[in-house]
């Protein structure tokens, strides 16, 4: 089974090595074959360093995940086994178990969520007292 690989990640150094010998006045090609890059590679951090000033890997931007993908699956698996474990899960992962999150750990993982009709309606009727 050929199955692809992931891509090789530059280094800041080889960067900053390619924009050194890019200064000095190096074509491409030849830098590729000094650095051991493919010269696509060269122009790809030249003209990131043109633009940006900098050959520095980008800050993430966003909030970071609450739940790491081994806790999704496993509240994903204790939910389907047992719906109504909402305070057991919230008390374990330190955060609040409401149709929002679960709708979108049943997104998140491909699948659904049947809970019972009982537990919807006694859910929504928290949400409305907070």
């Not at 280094?11 to 010269?39: A, M, Q």
């Not at 609040?96 to 491909?110: A, I, P, Q, R, Y």
């Amino acid at each position: 089974m050929n199955m692809a690989g992931r891509y090789k990640v530059t280094t800041c150094s080889i960067r900053n090595l390619i924009i050194e010998h890019f200064k000095d006045g190096k074509s491409v090609r030849t830098i590729g074959k000094l650095v051991k890059v493919s010269h696509l590679t060269v122009v790809a951090v030249i003209k990131r360093w043109e633009l940006l000033g900098t050959v520095e890997n980008a800050l993430k931007s966003g909030a970071p995940h609450k739940l790491t993908p081994r806790n999704r699956s496993f509240i994903m698996h204790k939910i389907k086994k047992n719906p109504r474990l909402t305070s057991e899960l919230e008390k374990r992962f330190a955060i609040k178990v409401n149709l929002k999150l679960l709708d979108e750990l049943s997104d998140h993982m491909g699948t659904t969520i049947e809970l019972p009709k009982e537990n919807v309606s006694l859910k929504k009727e928290q949400e409305s007292y907070v």
